[in-house]
């Protein structure tokens, strides 16, 4: 079956615009992360969503971030008033169910520059 | 600092050598994940093992895991050129279900 995916697979913005990145889980998981990756770095955990509980967005690194799942499925994350410290690869991820014990399903990421 | 931290940084090899890669971590789990990313995009899990497990298998993939001593390693037995990638350990701490923490990766070479 089709995998998590990510749109767009690349952005390049100007300081101070904002952007939203579009991730579609796989069907039926209803666990979605958001992770950022900066140059030669591991991941940096930013939110989860668990079916309708509130989400976790303890990763969050500032209020220029915001993320939303719609419908429990498809997740936007929004960052607004761009930085260049903001340029990354951003990652969604999807899991079956609520626990960390499931396998996490990654999508092919979209690598954000800010100019 | 990371939770996961791989050793070493960078590994580079022959094709059909055996690779080794090290992960050390600072604070209880539930259990630890290597993961695999090609030219720094999206993820694939290669195998997870629980706080109770020892050694897991997969293939050519060999992973320990010592609780007393908070590391883990992954071992690639016959390695190929397509094994190439960066290798990363994400631990799930005890007290949390979703939250995995990554170290910064093992970036493993094989030369044909």
């Known amino acids: 079956g089709a995998g998590v995916s990510q749109s767009p697979s690349n952005k390049v913005t100007e300081k101070g615009k904002d952007v939203e990145l579009r991730c579609d889980p796989i069907s039926g998981h209803t666990a979605l992360y958001w992770y950022r990756q900066s140059l030669g770095q591991g991941l940096e955990f930013l939110i989860y969503?668990?079916?309708?509980?509130?989400?976790?967005k303890s990763g969050l690194p500032s209020d220029r971030f915001s993320a939303e799942r719609t419908g429990g499925s498809v997740s936007t994350l929004t960052i607004q008033r761009t930085q260049q410290e903001d340029s990354a690869v951003y990652l969604c991820?999807?899991?079956?169910?609520?626990?960390?014990?499931?396998?996490?399903?990654f999508g092919p990421g979209t690598r954000l520059t800010v100019l | 600092s990371q939770q996961g931290e791989e050793d070493p940084q960078a590994l580079s090899i022959q094709e059909g050598e055996n690779a080794t890669m090290n992960c050390s971590y600072k604070t209880s789990i539930n259990n630890l994940q290597w993961y695999r990313q090609n030219s720094g995009r999206g993820l694939v899990h290669l195998i997870l093992i629980r706080s109770n497990e020892r050694e897991k298998h997969s293939g050519r993939l060999r992973v320990t895991l010592d609780t007393s001593k908070k590391s883990s390693s992954l071992l690639i037995t016959a390695s190929r050129a397509a094994d190439t990638a960066s290798y990363f350990c994400?631990?799930?701490?005890?007290?949390?279900?979703?939250?995995?923490?990554f170290g910064k990766g093992t970036l493993l070479t094989v030369n044909p």
């Open positions: 969503f668990q079916g309708n509980s509130a989400p976790d």
């Open positions: 994400a631990t799930l701490q005890r007290g949390s279900n979703y939250k995995l923490t």
């Open positions: 991820a999807s899991s079956l169910s609520l626990a960390g014990l499931d396998t996490q399903y």
